[in-house]
């Protein structure tokens, strides 16, 4: 392609090195400046807008990270390397990480999507044979070829920019449905305001309430232990050669758990026809709406809905289902791991610092509040649909996120170009 050029990826951009202020001087700490690390955007989206740790101005000017302007790029060095987002705010970060400004002719949007295609091969590059770290040298080795017309670039990252945003989108629709669902949740089963036989507010209309080891809770309600509505049971132990290429079968791992109730079938493993039609395999074959959750590695404590899904799915070990003594308890439970807080809860259960670990036991000891039978149903009715619609939501974004990535590396290659991507859209 004679309007296209080969180019080193670090002709492209600033690299920008960062910093950790002083952890012992709090004066450094909890101000107004948001400071990255790779847990904040270790998720597969494209924005980051919020961080876990915040420093002062102070901390800023004291130490040695750098304040990386809206729009820039941040990627992973150490660690979990390669993850890539783009700065929805002015944000400072580690020195785990690397932020990159795009030169103004490339413009940061383009850079993203060149970055991200490019991944396996800075993959690739990082030294010393495992894949532990990026240097600034591993963007000088990578070479990328690119549009020679600025408009061209531009409408490729627009081109995916528009996927994104629709899949930004639902997902922002979804974390409103999870506000509306625990909001929900609070008010029937924590503040005990469900609707009484006359619909008034339980505990408002004067509802009798009796005492127990967790305060006052409504007559009729017990006290039990979440091991009384649900069992946890870590998945089938797959083995090296039971995975293969591109096959119908996969296999749920820790890696595909996301937070916030998402599981991403993105780049899921495949098994063998073989080892699947094992009796003991098929008991861990999972379905639309399981619930799970990561057990151990970096997601522990990560909690998710299976969204609907085409090729058979099964458990892989270290991720749990749960597996409910009543079917109508899916929405109950699930809501109320996500209103507790109990992704936190948890990782803070697991033990081994490099490789935290939970069991099924721990799981099973949390305490929970059980309503009368009848309040199940009730709930069901209402909570149901905002259920259904996150798990719809999500298979949505599950399509939209492979359509991106199939146009990704074509787009990027110049094997389809601008308007013939668009005519194929259309």
């Known amino acids: 392609m004679m309007d296209w050029e080969f180019v080193k990826l670090s002709d492209l951009m600033t690299i920008v090195g960062g910093g950790t202020p002083k952890t012992s001087n709090d004066d450094y700490w909890n101000g107004s400046i948001p400071w990255l690390s790779v847990v904040d955007f270790n998720n597969d989206e494209r924005w980051v807008n919020r961080t876990e740790k915040q420093i002062t101005v102070e901390g800023l000017n004291q130490s040695s990270t750098k304040l990386l302007n809206k729009g820039d790029l941040i990627i992973s060095a150490r660690g979990t390397v390669g993850q890539l987002a783009q700065l929805g705010k002015d944000m400072a970060f580690n020195q785990s990480c690397y932020g990159l400004r795009a030169k103004l002719e490339i413009g940061?949007?383009?850079?993203?999507?060149?970055?991200?295609?490019?991944?396996?091969?800075?993959?690739?590059?990082?030294?010393?044979?495992?894949?532990?770290?990026?240097?600034?040298?591993?963007?000088?080795?990578?070479?990328?070829?690119?549009?020679?017309?600025?408009?061209?670039?531009?409408?490729?990252?627009?081109?995916?920019?528009?996927?994104?945003?629709?899949?930004?989108?639902?997902?922002?629709?979804?974390?409103?449905?999870?506000?509306?669902?625990?909001?929900?949740?609070?008010?029937?089963?924590?503040?005990?305001?469900?609707?009484?036989?006359?619909?008034?507010?339980?505990?408002?209309?004067?509802?009798?309430?009796?005492?127990?080891?967790?305060?006052?809770?409504?007559?009729?309600?017990?006290?039990?232990?979440?091991?009384?509505?649900?069992?946890?049971?870590?998945?089938?132990?797959?083995?090296?050669?039971?995975?293969?290429?591109?096959?119908?079968?996969?296999?749920?791992?820790?890696?595909?758990?996301?937070?916030?109730?998402?599981?991403?079938?993105?780049?899921?493993?495949?098994?063998?026809?073989?080892?699947?039609?094992?009796?003991?395999?098929?008991?861990?074959?999972?379905?639309?709406?399981?619930?799970?959750?990561?057990?151990?590695?970096?997601?522990?404590?990560?909690?998710?809905?299976?969204?609907?899904?085409?090729?058979?799915?099964?458990?892989?070990?270290?991720?749990?289902?749960?597996?409910?003594?009543?079917e109508n308890l899916t929405v109950f439970l699930y809501n109320f791991l996500m209103s507790g807080n109990y992704e936190t809860k948890i990782l803070s259960m697991g033990y081994g610092s490099a490789q935290p670990n939970i069991s099924p036991s721990q799981i099973g000891k949390i305490e929970l509040l059980i309503p009368k039978d009848n309040l199940f149903n009730d709930y069901n009715n209402i909570a149901n649909p905002i259920y259904l619609k996150v798990l719809n939501n999500n298979n949505e974004i599950q399509t939209l996120t492979k359509l991106r990535d199939t146009f990704l590396p074509k787009l990027m290659s110049g094997e389809i170009r601008v308007p013939t991507a668009l005519e194929n859209k259309v």
């Open 108 to 326: 940061n949007d383009f850079l993203y999507y060149l970055v991200k295609y490019s991944i396996r091969k800075l993959l690739r590059n990082v030294h010393g044979g495992v894949f532990d770290t990026i240097t600034r040298n591993t963007f000088e080795l990578i070479e990328c070829q690119i549009s020679k017309a600025k408009n061209e670039r531009d409408e490729i990252a627009k081109t995916l920019s528009s996927l994104d945003q629709k899949i930004t989108l639902l997902r922002q629709q979804n974390e409103t449905l999870e506000e509306m669902a625990q909001t929900l949740f609070k008010r029937w089963f924590v503040d005990f305001e469900f609707p009484n036989e006359q619909g008034q507010p339980y505990r408002s209309a004067g509802g009798e309430m009796v005492a127990s080891e967790l305060g006052e809770i409504p007559l009729g309600w017990e006290v039990g232990m979440l091991g009384d509505v649900a069992t946890l049971k870590s998945g089938y132990a797959f083995k090296s050669n039971d995975f293969i290429e591109n096959g119908n079968n996969k296999a749920l791992k820790i890696k595909d758990l996301k937070g916030n109730g998402i599981v991403s079938l993105g780049d899921v493993s495949s098994v063998s026809n073989d080892i699947v039609k094992k009796e003991r395999v098929q008991f861990f074959k999972l379905k639309e709406g399981d619930i799970v959750l990561a057990m151990s590695g970096n997601t522990t404590g990560k909690i998710g809905i299976v969204p609907p899904h085409k090729k058979e799915l099964y458990l892989n070990q270290r991720v749990g289902k749960f597996f409910l003594k009543k």
